[in-house]
């Protein structure tokens, strides 16, 4: 379980989170929603490690992460939490297969056992036939595909997707969101998604709503079959 407890969070004079607490269970897919400006992304980015509160605990399984050394804290992301940004961010440099294979080479995984993990995973999109092509030669969904296949080369517990969908036309997003859930059912990963997308929000196992920098609200709708 992901726990957050009393994070504050201010930029200059400007307080973003108001002293936020919430638990995630594993194995469901989470929606944050809200208007702009409401702290969502971050929270994401704090729950993510990728910034640290100016007060507040962040727990996965009973362990303050934020105790963590810097190296010991990025060894810990690498290791247990993928992202998927609103725009991919692929390197355009290398291909479809080295992009997804990224993660677990920097984790000092043999690039053989990287090369052969990355592509199964391309596989599993459906890419095979795209695994050499850059960035530049695939379409916006490809390109989203290929960053949640990035995103789960080294079997993360969780992933944090940050308005993943938000960039693409309405048949690449459902067929991006049916892929979430398809992967949450048969791998169990979790997904933590911040979404303006209403029709994701009323799919997900759980809502939480954020306004001004608190939560206002934590909705359950029960495990999508």
Do not use: W
């Amino acid at each position: 379980m992901i726990e957050l407890k009393g994070i504050e969070k201010s930029f200059g004079g400007l307080q973003v989170l108001k002293g936020i607490s919430l638990e995630i269970p594993y194995g469901e897919v989470t929606s944050i929603v809200g208007p702009s400006g409401a702290g969502k992304t971050t929270l994401l980015q704090i729950m993510g490690t990728l910034d640290r509160p100016n007060s507040g605990r962040v727990l996965y399984d009973n362990v303050d992460v934020l105790q963590f050394k810097d190296k010991q804290l990025s060894k810990f992301r690498n290791e247990n939490i993928g992202f998927v940004f609103q725009f991919h961010r692929l390197l355009p440099e290398f291909t479809m297969l080295e992009n997804v294979a990224m993660p677990a080479l920097i984790g000092g995984v043999p690039r053989h056992k990287a090369m052969e993990s990355a592509m199964a995973l391309i596989k599993y999109m459906g890419l095979a036939d795209r695994a050499g092509h850059k960035p530049a030669e695939l379409s916006g969904g490809e390109c989203q595909r290929t960053a949640v296949a990035r995103a789960l080369v080294n079997k993360p517990k969780v992933v944090l997707a940050d308005e993943p969908s938000g960039s693409l036309d309405s048949r690449n997003r459902r067929e991006l969101h049916s892929l979430f859930f398809d992967l949450t059912r048969e791998t169990g990963v979790t997904f933590v998604i911040v979404t303006h997308d209403e029709s994701l929000a009323a799919e997900c196992d759980r809502v939480i709503h954020m306004r001004d920098g608190l939560i206002e609200a934590v909705k359950t709708h029960g495990k999508k079959k």
